[in-house]
């Protein structure tokens, strides 16, 4: 490894010490502070942040890639402004084979060096969390406050997890070993023997339009630390907060005296003729990262056989609600999962079993009809507030979402009526408040469709026990990046955890206070478990980095 390497190395040190530790322990730690404060980013951070988010508007972004032919881009921001940034276009018979030239020097940096430049890009864009935040917000439609913080510190946590992951399983095998085998009478056999980790080809990460940076950085990273150039290929409109991240990563590379295209990206000439299958199915590509829809993540498991394929599809998640000793915390709890990013998370529960008889609370017995209808109330009145609505909902990033609200009123008996909402600030922003309905159990070829965005249903089931069946065969079926219950029978919850056990989804039991089902915390949760339906892959976990890198090693007699 060269002296800058070095150098860059001592410099993240800790960072990489203290990422490792977590990922065993289990307990919360960040070197990225989620708080868009002036203490922690400079007093000016915000503002600048915002003006060189501005800056990019109606421009071409350039990039340093081999291949450019053009310049496309047509990003329109669920606020309601016109984007208009350019970015460059590549041959991918000129750029692919670049990007796979440039893996011997990537190889060559060795595992410190790979893991120094890694750590110092992660710590350029946490620099710059505001500008990103505001170009995750204009593309995906998040609150600002959300966008800042799963945007930035959040997605960086998460980047920087699969890079301690991947360093740590690297790290195991040594760069050279002495080999003696006795020979009894005989001097020993001896060999001097070099293992080289090293990347197993071009690693494409396919963005998604929700969330631009949260579910491109664990594989962007996992590739990089293991040895592997990378192209991302962003959602058409979302495409900003991806180029700023090549753009850091390239200038970080070139500092340190690499090829900069070993981390590129790729944009669809016309968005109605994506590029995607093409760059999927080249034979240099040999990692595939996916986020999205469950039709086109299953494609890509079945029709590239040159790739190892990671993918996070759609899902049904779930809650149970059994009994519950704190009714008014419960129906808090859910009122925010429910509305936070209206509805627009993999982890945002859509099916809620309550059983006909209702349930026991602290304040006695509750119908179903009351629980659904305090359900439908403590969404309203938690969105009464203007200014609050606006922030937690942010605004609905397609306008096939758009539609798909007002088109499912019709699929239960509502009891929360979707309305579309105002924000001051943009006026025309895409902002919905949740439809909730009640369902009948035996509808189960609508409630157990997945519904992307804020829909929910609050399915009546026969018995606490059928909820718990209906649940389990929700996710064994159809996949679940989370589960949630609320019981206050110690045995019923046994029963609960061996569904999810079963049906290997994450569980949250009596959430009520300030953590919710929704929500996952780097270097503590496991994202999805890849052992249901809904996703073949973890984020992040050994698994997660150990198959994107190969072991070569040499062998020789010593010199005498």
Known sequence: MSTPLNKLFEKHSDTLQGALKAIRTRDYWSPYPENPSPRAYGETANQDGEAAFKAYLGKPFELDMPGITGQAGS????????????????????????????????????????????????DRLNKRSFEIAYAVMHTSGQGFMMAFQAGGPHAQDRGLEAVAYGYEVMSAVPGKATWTKPQGKHDPLVMEKTFTTMGRGIALVVGCSTFPTWNTYPGMFA????????????????????AISVRIAQEVLKECGLPPHIVSMVVDQDPQAPCTKELAQHPLVKLIDFTGNTAFGNWLEQNCPQAQVYTEKAG??????????????????????????????????????????????????????????ALASGVSKFLSDPERAAMVLGAVQSTLTEERIKSSASLG???????????????????????????????????????????????????????????????KEHGAITM?????????????????????????????????????????????????????????DYAFVSNRFRVVQSRRHPKS
Request: proline letters at 5%.
């Open 316 to 373: 049904v998640n779930t809650i149970i609600i059994d009994s519950t000793d704190d009714f008014k915390g419960m129906v808090r709890n859910l009122a925010f999962t429910l509305s936070l990013y209206s509805g627009q998370m993999c982890t945002t529960p859509q099916d809620i079993f309550v059983p006909a008889e209702g349930i026991e609370t602290e304040d006695g017995h509750k119908t179903f009809d009351e629980v659904a209808q």
């Open 484 to 540: 949630g219950c609320y019981s206050k029978d110690d045995a019923m919850l046994e029963q609960i955890e061996e569904a999810a056990l079963d049906a290997g989804v994450a569980l949250s039991i009596n959430l009520t206070g300030g953590v919710f089902v929704n929500q996952s915390a780097a270097f503590s949760d496991f994202h999805a478990t890849g052992a249901n339906p809904a996703a073949n892959a973890c984020l992040s």
């Open 223 to 242: 590739s990089l630390v293991t040895g592997n150039p990378v192209v991302i290929k962003p959602h058409a409109g979302a495409i900003l907060p991806a």
């Open 75 to 122: 990003e329109k921001s669920p606020y309601g402004i016109d984007l208009n940034v350019q970015y460059p276009t590549a041959d991918l018979n000129t750029l692919l084979p670049a990007m796979d030239e440039a893996r011997k020097a990537w190889r060559e940096a060795g595992v410190d060096g790979r893991a120094a430049v890694c750590l110092e890009i992660l």
């Open 413 to 475: 008996q509502v009891v929360l009526e979707s309305k579309k909402l105002e924000n001051a600030q943009f006026p025309d922003a895409r902002v919905y408040s949740p439809l909730i309905m009640t369902i009948d159990a035996d509808k189960a070829d609508v409630y157990m469709n997945e519904l992307f965005g804020p829909i929910s249903f609050i399915v009546k089931s026969n018995s606490r026990e059928h909820s718990i069946e209906l649940a389990h065969k929700a996710v």
